[in-house]
């Protein structure tokens, strides 16, 4: 009896737990789909639009910049102690371009601005919420779905492929830095061997892949902190799942991307 | 008789199990200043929000010159409305006279920058505030003057009905008395319908045209401003006299 009260209660949370999850995720889906309405919908505010394009990918650049940069350094390193120290001349560049274009740069990319956008924008956001600052501008006629999120969605899709272009070309960078100054590969070599194996293909699925991710970073930011309750806890618990969300749902949406663009 | 500004009829709302509003109805006329009072925590504020659609109401009806609220006269209300939030809720990410301009630098009202900050110095200087201020962000003011800011902005563009949520609590008697001057000019003057929520009896005498206690949510009493201190309503006594024996609990 014990054990069967036990067992329906524990199916209950399992339950409760799936249902909350399509419920969060209806939820997301319908904010998405509203952003994206209001983002084509007058008035439209360009002047917001340019401010979040400016936060959103100009000054995520540094972070960018030296995270595809190590990451480009430390796979070549990798790609030649695993073997390929003697035929290092075309494996080393040839991988390092096609890890870096198609995987590392957008997936890096992507993670590194869902920590430092995707956060900010749901605690400002939610910091809006639980100040009644975007009730206030309910108050002013100017509606915050307009104001506040559609820019960001569409800051956050416009830069976030522009921030891989400059991801994949560092990261590749870095993987020449290492192969020539550290691995004795011959410069025009590298990058003869980098440009043969890159196809147009592998940058268009890496470009893709950025804005959907920025679009992922923003929508989920947004909807958090949109949705926000309780204080400067409910703002903390908004940031935080904005991070969590978006890393997952990037991680996610890049392997079916990978599928749609490479199965065959 | 004349239709009313606002209406509400019966208008219900619960949080969860917490019935705040459980039937209002209360009727404002054109041009009206009706002050609500109710103890700490009775929905004054959740009433209010209630009306311009923040907070959706469970039940009853709020009509808008006789007729339903719905999305379209909503924004035709709002494009006419200021509200002065109890919290301030200035932009924290605007300056003052940027926050205080707000319609003047966006939207259909757009106009130039130099003109929208005459504008805005012009209001600040009517609850009080100098042209210095005006550059300062919200968060470097004290609480009383980022209440003034809210107030500027919410009487900006000279709305025709206007919504003040506690507008003198932290400000001293002196700057009481000016924003309560104030508020009954641009009734008077503007003939603005006004909807204020006050816990000073002092400003309830100077705003009010008609006073409305709210508790236990339900409007208990409404009636001329001159009339609280006759009337016999046992929770409007009490709570103009701030006595700690009647129908109000004092836990709440
Ligand atoms: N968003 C909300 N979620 C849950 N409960 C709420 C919410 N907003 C208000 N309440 C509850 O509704 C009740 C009324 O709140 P309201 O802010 O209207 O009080 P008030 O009459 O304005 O009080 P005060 O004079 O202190 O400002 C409170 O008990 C509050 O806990
Ligand atoms: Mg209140």
């Given amino acids: 009896m014990v054990i069967l009260t036990a067992a329906t209660g524990f199916l209950a949370a399992i339950g409760r737990a799936a249902i909350a999850l399509c419920a969060a995720t209806g939820a997301l889906v319908i904010f998405a789909a509203q952003a994206v309405a209001h983002a084509f919908a007058p008035p439209l505010y360009p002047g917001e639009l340019a401010r979040q394009l400016i936060r959103i990918g100009y000054f995520s650049l540094p972070v960018v910049g030296l995270t595809a940069l190590f990451t480009g350094g430390a796979l070549a390193l990798q790609i030649y102690a695993g073997g390929s120290r003697f035929n290092a001349e075309a494996v080393v560049p040839s991988i390092v371009a096609i890890g870096v274009v198609r995987e590392l740069g957008p997936v890096l990319c992507g993670l590194m601005v869902a920590g430092r956008v995707g956060a900010s924008i749901a605690a400002e956001l939610g910091s809006m919420r639980v100040t009644e600052q975007i009730d206030a501008l309910v108050t002013l006629s100017t509606n915050p779905m307009k104001f506040l999120v559609a820019p960001r969605v569409v800051a956050g899709t416009l830069a976030l492929p522009l921030l891989t272009a400059v991801s994949d070309i560092i990261g590749v960078m870095g993987g020449y830095l290492v192969g020539t100054g550290r691995l004795g590969i011959s410069p025009g070599n590298y990058i003869q061997n980098t440009i043969n194996y890159l196809t147009t293909g592998d940058i268009v699925s890496s470009l893709v892949k950025g804005a959907v991710f920025g679009f992922i970073i923003a929508v989920v930011g947004c909807h958090q902190g949109y949705n926000s309750r309780r204080g400067a806890q409910g703002v903390a618990q908004a940031t935080r799942n904005a991070v969590v969300a978006a890393s997952i749902l990037i991680l996610a949406a890049n392997y079916l991307l990978t599928e749609v663009f490479f199965s065959t | 008789m ?53 907070v959706r109401h469970d039940g009853g009806q709020i009509l808008i010159d006789g007729q339903p609220m719905d999305a379209r006269r909503r924004e035709a209300f709002l494009r006419h409305f200021g509200m002065l939030f109890q919290g301030g809720a200035l932009f924290d990410s605007l300056t003052v006279w940027e926050n205080v301009a707000f319609r003047f630098l966006r939207g259909a009202e757009r106009l130039p920058r130099a003109r929208a900050r005459a504008l805005a110095v012009e209001k600040l200087a009517r609850v009080g505030l100098d042209a210095a201020t005006a550059d300062l962000y919200p968060a470097e003011l004290s609480g009383g003057m980022q209440k003034r800011v809210g107030l500027a902005r919410a009487i900006a563009t000279d709305p025709q009905v206007i919504f ?26 503007m003939g603005a319908t006004a909807m204020t929520i006050t816990h000073d009896m002092t400003s309830v005498r100077r705003i009010a045209d008609r006073v409305a206690m709210l508790h236990d949510g339900v409007i208990q009493w409404t009636g001329p401003v001159d ?19 009647g129908p109000i609990a004092t836990l709440r």
């Fill in chain 2, 2 to 54: 004349t239709t009313a500004r606002i209406s509400l009829r019966g208008v219900t709302k619960a949080f969860g199990a917490k019935r705040v509003l459980r039937g209002v109805d209360l009727d404002i006329q054109p041009g009206e200043s009706c002050v609500i009072i109710g103890g700490s925590g009775t929905g004054k504020s959740v009433m209010l929000k209630c009306i311009i659609g923040l």
């Fill in chain 2, 164 to 189: 003040f949520d506690e507008p003198t609590t932290g400000l001293d008697p002196i700057m009481a008395d000016v924003i309560n001057r104030l508020i009954r000019e641009i009734v008077v003057e």
């Fill in chain 2, 227 to 245: 009339e609280i201190d006759r009337t016999d309503n046992p929770y409007v006594h009490q709570f103009v006299n701030g006595l700690p024996e």
